[in-house]
């Protein structure tokens, strides 16, 4: 399984993104897909996560209500778009594939498959 995430860049506080992760390989569509984010000297931090067939998404409360994840399952794609993004916004983001019970989620070790990540830098 490969994961490829793109959309990144730099936009300037109150702007939006949208983040897209493309599966590639033996992907297996029941599994849930999640973003995480980390920024420098900071742990990996959960972002949302969504279930195979695109209902459900779960949200980390910081990104409630302005950030929104979505999938394609046609085209292999999870999406995340970010509206209003704040400077604290600012990491680096990866997608992956979630093994594992619902509880576990928010997990990053529940995590199998990593994409490489994707620079997003808000601007003040």
């Known amino acids: 399984v490969q994961l490829q995430a793109s959309g990144g860049g730099l936009v300037q506080a109150g702007g939006s993104l949208r983040l897209s992760c493309a599966a590639s390989?033996?992907?297996?569509?029941?599994?849930?897909q999640g973003w995480f984010r980390q920024a420098p000297g900071k742990e990996r931090e959960f972002v949302a996560a969504i279930t195979w067939n695109g209902v459900n998404p779960i949200y980390a409360d910081s990104v409630k209500g302005r950030f929104a994840i979505s999938r394609d399952t046609a085209k292999k794609t999870v999406y995340l778009q970010m509206n209003n993004l704040e400077p604290e916004d600012t990491a680096t983001y990866f997608c992956?594939?979630?093994?594992?019970?619902?509880?576990?989620?928010?997990?990053?070790?529940?995590?199998?498959?990593w994409g490489q990540g994707t620079q997003v830098t808000v601007s003040s």
């Open positions: 390989g033996r992907t297996v569509q029941s599994n849930r």
């Open positions: 992956a594939r979630h093994r594992g019970p619902l509880s576990t989620v928010a997990t990053a070790t529940s995590y199998d498959y």
